[in-house]
């Protein structure tokens, strides 16, 4: 089973960028879905984009589209989040998530990186 490991979290002014990674472990990287999810003090965790195990298709959530960009390298079995004009709303515990299924309901998880953005 693939174990996860997020970095690249911290605290940055709104407007500001940040790139989160993802390290994956195990030979089987590239046949999951990868996500990225979010969870802000005392509300649900919340999908915010996901790329597919070939990496042509993505989807993201409509309060990220244009400011936020999910990839892929699966020679380094490796997952990123680049995240350009930060908003204080945007501060929250990201998560990677590698789904087999693609549906997230047999997500495994990583433990998370913090991200805050100040006003």
């Known amino acids: 089973q693939v174990q996860l490991v997020e970095s690249g979290g911290g605290l940055v002014q709104a407007g500001g960028s940040l790139r989160l990674s993802c390290a994956a472990s195990?030979?089987?990287?590239?046949?999951?879905?990868m996500g990225w999810f979010r969870q802000a003090p005392g509300k649900e965790r919340e999908f915010v984009a996901a790329i597919d195990w070939g990496a042509g298709k993505t989807d993201y959530a409509d309060f990220v589209k244009g400011r936020f960009t999910i990839s892929r390298d699966n020679g380094k079995n490796m997952l990123y989040l680049q995240m350009n004009s930060l908003k204080p709303e945007d501060t929250a515990v990201f998560y990677c998530?590698?789904?087999?299924?693609?549906?997230?309901?047999?997500?495994?998880w990583g433990r998370g990186t913090q991200v805050t953005v100040s006003s």
């Open positions: 998530a590698a789904s087999w299924s693609g549906n997230w309901h047999d997500a495994v």
């Open positions: 195990g030979p089987t990287f590239r046949r999951y879905s």
